[in-house]
């Protein structure tokens, strides 16, 4: 007997969870750094902010910077991005699994820290504009772990706040899971490991987009 459908709206990240761009964005945030005279900042560091808002990630990462610099800095930052974004792979199986899933009748939405423009090339470049019914992007609402994203999302789709799961790959998506009361899925595979994924109570820690889509598949 098949095991009742828990959920009905899955709430994707993006970068870091169906696509393979936190390396880049590390690598970007380094580069524009040094374009303006700083020291770049270890990867770690880097990928903590992975997830937020451009500008409250930079601000969070270089808080001591003077506030005029941060445009330069945003600037030098699209310029190193821009020049891979349409390079940047998604994770193997990610346009299988969610076709699979958007065929097998769940709602799909994106939550993301990018901005509407970044997402709407990112969606053209993949073709997966099409298995997601809504976004939310930083610039739209408040930025992430802030519940907004997931609360506005359930709102447009009508859907039931205990029957939404959060799927990403930060901190910051596990966090406006719970600041939203809804459940979370953490990827290990991203931005963030596991030791700071595991303190937010996801119902699973998973290595890789297979096992997302195999999880979903047994337990959603």
Not at 106 to 123: D, H, N
Not at 128 to 145: E, N, Y
Not at 172 to 189: E, F, I, P, Q
Request: glycine letters at 10%; aromatic letters at 6%; hydrophobic letters at 45%.
């Amino acid at each position: 007997m098949n095991k009742p459908r828990q959920f009905d709206l899955l709430i994707f990240d993006w970068d870091g969870t169906l696509m393979d761009s936190a390396g880049v964005i590390v690598d970007s945030i380094q580069r524009a750094c040094e374009d303006i005279g700083l020291a770049a900042p270890s990867d770690r560091a880097a990928r903590q902010i992975i997830g937020l808002g451009l500008i409250q990630a930079l601000q969070t990462l270089l808080p001591d910077l003077p506030a005029d610099d941060y445009p330069r800095l945003v600037e030098r930052y699209r310029h190193h991005y821009l020049g891979r974004d349409a390079d940047i792979p998604l994770f193997a199986g990610v346009p299988e699994g969610l076709g699979e899933l958007h065929a097998g009748g769940f709602t799909l939405a994106v939550a993301t820290g990018k901005s509407r423009a970044g997402l709407a090339r990112a969606l053209e470049a993949s073709g997966l504009g099409p298995r997601f019914a809504a976004i939310r992007c930083a610039d739209q609402t408040h930025s992430k772990p802030h519940p907004a994203m997931v609360l506005e999302l359930i709102d447009e789709l009508g859907a039931d706040p205990a029957r939404t799961l959060v799927i990403g790959d930060t901190s910051h998506d596990l966090l406006m899971a719970a600041n939203a009361g809804v459940a979370s899925l953490g990827v290990t595979y991203g931005a963030h490991e596991a030791g700071d994924l595991a303190p937010h109570a996801p119902l699973a820690l998973l290595d890789s987009f297979a096992e997302v889509h195999a999880w979903l598949a047994a337990n959603a």
